[in-house]
Each structure stands twice: as structure tokens, then as C-alpha cells.
């Protein structure tokens, strides 16, 4: 069974940056579409930056220009680089591998690291 696990979430000034880590096992990355979704409190989580299979990158408008997805199918891992941050995007940041070739990857969820950003 696929299990991801996320990491670099923590505590950043609002204009900082934070590099959040994807390690997946139990199964191999370039199968996948990968993507991160963030989850506020009290609001539904949403889709951030998505990977296709072919390394083909897509980004929520809100995100764009700031953040970059990227994936080393020889490490098995997905990389979501943070710049710029916001105060509004202090969430918890959840990773997900899907198989099929959405943009909106549905499938295998981590659970999630948490991102402080403060103003």
C-alpha cells in the first residue's frame, strides 16, 4: 500500500519561504500524479499545485508565480518550494498521489504538515 509522508512545514514570517518534502513507499512516484492540497481551519481543503506524470506542473492561481512543484522520481519524493508566503496560507498541507490524470489528483493522502505563516 502507497503511504506518503510530508515534511518541512513550521513556523515562517509572512514573505518567507518553506520547502515542504513528499517521501512516498510502497509504490513508485512517476505512476503517479502528484499534487498538495491545504486544509484551513474551518475551511475545506483545497488544491494548491499538482504534477503530472510527465513532470507537466499546474498551479491554483493563487499560488502561481510562488510556489513551484517539482518531483525526483529517483528519490520517490515531491517537493512543493513555498516563496512569499502569506499570512492566509497558514494551513495544514497534505500530499497526494493519483492515478489517474487529473489535474485534481484523488487517491493516497499523508497527513499533512502543518504551516504557520505569520504576519
Known amino acids: 500500500q502507497v503511504q506518503l509522508v510530508e515534511s518541512g512545514g513550521g513556523l515562517v514570517q509572512a514573505g518567507g519561504s518553506l520547502r515542504l518534502s513528499c517521501v512516498v513507499s510502497?509504490?513508485?512516484?512517476?505512476?503517479?500524479?502528484m499534487g498538495w492540497y491545504r486544509q484551513a481551519p474551518g475551511n475545506e481543503r483545497e488544491l494548491v499545485a499538482s504534477?503530472?506524470?510527465?513532470?507537466?506542473?499546474y498551479y491554483e492561481d493563487a499560488v502561481r508565480g510562488r510556489f513551484t512543484i517539482s518531483r525526483d522520481n529517483d528519490r520517490n519524493t515531491v517537493i512543493l518550494q513555498m516563496d512569499s508566503l502569506e499570512p492566509g496560507e497558514t494551513a495544514l498541507y497534505y500530499c497526494?498521489?493519483?492515478?489517474?490524470?487529473?489535474?485534481?489528483?484523488?487517491?493516497?493522502w499523508g497527513k499533512g504538515t502543518r504551516v504557520t505563516v505569520e504576519s
Open positions: 510502497g509504490g513508485t512516484i512517476s505512476s503517479y500524479t
Open positions: 504534477i503530472s506524470r510527465g513532470s507537466t506542473p
Open positions: 497526494i498521489a493519483g492515478q489517474s490524470n487529473s489535474y485534481k489528483p484523488s487517491g493516497c
